[in-house]
């Protein structure tokens, strides 16, 4: 299976830390996208990297990918309470038979106190 | 620009009926994807379509699921005969292309399903 997992599978922290998500993968990739979804709702895109990248920024997160390690990091810098929520990572695989589709981990939930 | 719409955003059904989820991509997206999330899970890949082509469905069961994206209208995923495990969230997601181009996937609200 190419699912990414993310880790830690949730994180509490005080508002104006930084939060730092994982998310490891399996197989070859041609990109691998980071999702927020708040309870209940739909997914939000955060940010695209190509297998091509090392790393990525807009605004307070900060997107990094090591192919030869098959993980990515998510940096959300300065949290606010507005940050709380499920965060996932998603690959594209570079595979003919897959191309594309998702692949998507269980996700991290994330919690910022005030 | 309206992103990717959803209907109904809830739906209960009782065992042995069907379910119709519609989904209108992104204006101009001619790529569309299902995706399937249960409680506490990730999202799992279900079918992808083009325009009046599926192109891989390799995620969806053979049984009783369809899906069909019309030259005209919204995509539609088809579930008959629904049982309790079919509850579910049910996303759909757009792309001007290819996700192996590189695209974003937009994803809508989705359609949460409850078989009773």
């Known amino acids: 299976s190419q699912q990414g997992e993310e880790d830690p599978q949730a994180l509490s922290i005080q508002e104006g830390e930084n939060a730092t998500m994982n998310c490891s993968y399996k197989t070859s990739i041609n990109n691998l996208q980071w999702y927020r979804q708040n309870s209940g709702r739909g997914l939000v895109h955060l940010i695209l990297?190509?297998?091509?990248?090392r790393e990525k920024h807009s605004g307070r997160l900060r997107v990094t990918l090591d192919t030869s390690k098959k993980s990515s990091s998510l940096l959300i810098t300065a949290s606010r309470a507005a940050d709380t929520a499920s965060y996932f990572c998603?690959?594209?695989?570079?595979?003919?038979?897959?191309?594309?589709?998702?692949?998507f981990g269980r996700g991290t939930q994330l919690t910022v106190w005030p | 620009n309206a992103g990717v719409m959803q209907n109904p955003r809830h739906l209960v059904r009782r065992r042995g009926q069907e379910a119709r989820l519609r989904c209108s991509p992104v204006k101009g997206h001619s790529h569309v994807y299902w995706y399937r999330q249960l409680p506490e899970e990730g999202l799992k890949f279900m079918v992808y379509?083009?325009?009046?082509?599926?192109?891989?469905e390799s995620g969806m069961p053979k049984e009783r699921f369809s899906a069909e994206f019309p030259k005209e209208g919204p995509s539609i995923l088809r579930i008959q005969q629904v049982v309790r495990g079919d509850s579910a969230a049910y996303f759909c997601a757009s792309s001007p292309s290819g996700s192996w181009a590189g695209d974003t996937q937009y994803f809508g609200p989705g359609t949460r399903l409850t078989v009773l």
């Open positions: 990297i190509r297998s091509n990248e």
């Open positions: 998603a690959t594209a695989s570079d595979r003919g038979s897959t191309l594309g589709r998702l692949y």
């Open positions: 379509l083009q325009k009046e082509n599926i192109i891989d």
